[in-house]
């Protein structure tokens, strides 16, 4: 019974004065960084103005659609085109690969209205373009093309 009460003594002194076990603690920040970018939902698009009837000689529309998207909060998404292989005198013109003529065209490219919300909500980009009929009139029957770059430029 003595070795007991000695003990309890012995671990009433310990409990008494605060004898403790330290340890330490880290804190860890965690983070990441979202990339702002703007991407077309398809590489590829077309613009057909048809037949064109040099017999008519009539201005001819085309218009066609594109999706993209950018990074939700991302504010700067201005598109544009380059001038087309077959840029002459100021023009962007389409090329008959033949005869070598070429027919004059413009394009416009309107986005719609929508903010940026990221892949899940693409936006849509409508391309127009125009071929006057005084441009084509005189032209060689053929097939006439050209190839436009459109860039979404942050």
């Known amino acids: 019974m003595k070795k007991l009460v000695g003990f309890a003594m012995v671990l009433g ?3 008494l004065t605060g004898v403790a076990f330290a340890g330490d603690s ?6 990441a960084s979202v990339v702002g970018t703007c991407k077309f939902s398809s590489t590829t698009s077309s613009l057909d103005f048809g037949s064109l009837d040099p017999s008519v000689g009539t201005n001819a529309n085309a218009s066609t659609t594109t999706q993209f998207w950018c990074t939700k909060g991302v504010t700067t998404d201005a598109v544009s085109a380059d001038n087309g292989s077959n840029f002459s005198n ?5 090329k008959d690969n033949v005869s070598s003529d070429l027919i004059p065209y413009t394009l416009t490219l ?7 919300a990221g ?3 693409p936006r849509t980009l ?7 009929g005084t441009d084509y009139t005189g032209k060689s029957a053929g ?5 436009v770059i459109i860039s ?3």
Do not use: E, F, H, W
Not at 90 to 94: L, Q, S, Y
């Open 143 to 147: 097939s006439y093309l050209d190839t």
């Open 126 to 132: 409508t391309i127009a373009g125009q071929v006057l």
């Open 26 to 31: 880290n804190t860890l920040t965690v983070s």
């Open 110 to 116: 309107t986005k719609d209205g929508l903010p940026n």
């Open 90 to 94: 100021g023009k962007r013109n389409m």
């Open 152 to 154: 979404i430029n942050l």
């Open 119 to 121: 892949p899940s909500s």
């Open 13 to 15: 002194l310990v409990l």
